[in-house]
């Protein structure tokens, strides 16, 4: 997979092809001097529990690591607050409204999208429900599971970042 200021061969602010990558983060116009800085994009994950403790987790409808398990989560929008993704990811992905929210690590990620490498920066919240009740599986989701904190394995996740995120939280919270 190559890397993702490879792909952008024209300025976006003149037009030529003079736009070549100069390191690892940034690509540089030869003609205009237009310099663009390659940073990730923000993407949430949540942690669901209930009052009773236990935990709900999605197993994933598309690919990438399709039919694996994962957090509700995804892409912050362009004027949304980490918080605000995590209100409406969690909505469309299980049509529940959480009443609380916190923060509680990030982890680097590169998502496989089309053949493109997304870097992102995945942060990860807890969030509470009153219940399960309602919850159905939309969007990127193909299935709800409750799960009690213990039989939480993240050997089962399909995305590395994710992976990574289950173990810190079972080690941690």
Known sequence: M????????????CGQRTFMPTNEKASRCASCGFVYYFNPSAAVACFIKNTKGELMIVRRGQAPAENTLDLP?????????????VRREVKEETNLDI?????????????????FKVH??????????????????????E?????????????????ESVRKAVSLYLAAY
Not at 3 to 12: A, M, Q, W
Not at 121 to 141: I, P, R, S, T, W
């Open 99 to 115: 009443s609380a929210c916190r923060y509680l690590f990030s982890i680097p990620n590169i998502y496989p999208y089309s053949g």
């Open 143 to 159: 299935e709800i599971c409750i799960v009690r904190r213990e039989e939480l394995n993240p050997e089962d996740f399909g995305l």
């Open 73 to 85: 989560g995804g892409f912050v929008d362009m004027f949304e607050t980490g918080e605000d993704a």
């Open 2 to 13: 190559r890397h993702p200021l490879e792909t952008f061969e024209y300025c976006p602010v």
């Open 120 to 141: 992102t920066l995945d942060l990860f919240f807890e969030c509470e429900v009153q219940d399960f009740m309602g919850a159905v599986a939309n969007d990127d989701a």
